[in-house]
């Protein structure tokens, strides 16, 4: 139990050190976006605007991260026995979704330019497109760490490294037109802009909608999860087996493990020890059963053929010692 533990203490400093993180980096992201949205207005760039509008999602990114946590850290009650742990993933999917809106409206406001490109100053619009990037690259540093802890900070991150290379091309488009005065190349570069963020956004999107709708975790192979169950010591077949996740990070798992022969303590331990160092999950429910009636009235109330498949699995193994 020490280990389990430990595990959720660890959990506690990463959202601790999160929340600092993510306000910094909030607090610096609205600043710029104020000043980039005026600059954009005033210099007639409509890349600006792109760039602005991206800061403006990375801003709302952040502040949905940083309310995710506080609220996931509410404690559970009789209704919500997980707490308010999957507001993460509900942040996530707005997040992502409110991305896709910023890109469409870029789309449509280019198409009304290409044919009437305005005057654009792009001596301002390189300034401010270079603040942009430092800015940007400072919100990465900060966040880069925890972003492989959480799918929350994950999506701030992503959002905040689209828009550094958001403010390059903005650069690249500023250089371009004070050398040249095509116009054009302002649309063009909010265009690219907007294409660029689109498939980052369906991988969040997809991410998100996969744990809400209980899909196993991109990073659980069930395959190799069915095998090291069915090669533990006494155990004949399994059924049952179901893996979700609550939040990116938080994998449970339950199943049925029929074993007739088998010292049940042991097989039990076994089978913890081995699902919490080979596939990370810490959160399970063994059910191990000894009679085949059990068995069989399991198999009439759930998937017969997938039962099947594993009373078949387990025989090769059986055939193999």
Not at 195 to 216: A, C, D, H, M
Request: net charge negative; with cysteine; proline share 2%.
């Amino acid at each position: 139990m020490s280990e389990h533990h430990g595990h959720d203490h660890s959990h506690a400093v990463v959202t601790e050190g999160n929340v600092k993180k993510l306000s910094f980096a909030l607090a610096l992201t609205t600043t710029f976006l104020i000043i980039e949205v005026i600059a954009g207005f005033m210099t007639q760039s409509l890349a600006l605007l792109s760039d602005a509008a991206h800061m403006f999602t990375d801003a709302a990114a952040l502040a949905i991260a940083l309310v995710a946590i506080k609220i996931g850290k509410l404690p559970a009650d009789n209704k919500r026995t997980f707490g308010y742990q999957r507001f993460e993933i509900l942040a996530a999917l707005f997040n992502a979704l409110m991305l896709f809106v910023v890109a469409i409206y870029i789309l449509y406001e280019a198409y009304q330019r290409f044919s009437t490109p305005p005057e654009i100053q792009s001596m301002g619009m390189m300034i401010v497109a270079v603040i942009g990037l430092i800015i940007n690259l400072i919100s990465m540093r900060i966040l880069f760490s925890s972003s492989q802890e959480s799918l929350n900070v994950k999506g701030a991150y992503l959002e905040v490294l689209s828009d550094a290379l958001g403010s390059v091309g903005v650069i690249i488009g500023a250089a371009i037109i004070y050398f040249t005065g095509w116009m054009w190349v302002d649309t063009l570069i909010a265009v690219l802009i907007g294409f660029w963020v689109l498939p980052r956004t369906w991988i969040l999107l997809k991410q998100s909608i996969n744990i809400l709708l209980e899909g196993v975790p991109e990073e659980i192979d069930i395959e190799k999860l069915r095998n090291d169950l069915l090669a533990l010591k006494g155990v004949e077949s399994i059924h049952q087996l179901k893996v979700w996740a609550i939040t990116s990070k938080n994998v449970h798992l339950t199943v049925h493990l029929f074993a007739p022969e088998a010292d049940r303590n042991a097989l039990y331990f076994e089978a913890i020890e081995m699902l919490q160092h080979e596939h990370g999950i810490t959160e399970m429910t063994l059910q191990i059963e000894e009679d085949e009636c059990v068995v069989h009235q399991h198999t009439q109330n759930s998937d017969h053929e997938h039962h099947q498949d594993d009373h078949a699995h387990s025989h090769d193994e059986s055939h193999q010692h």
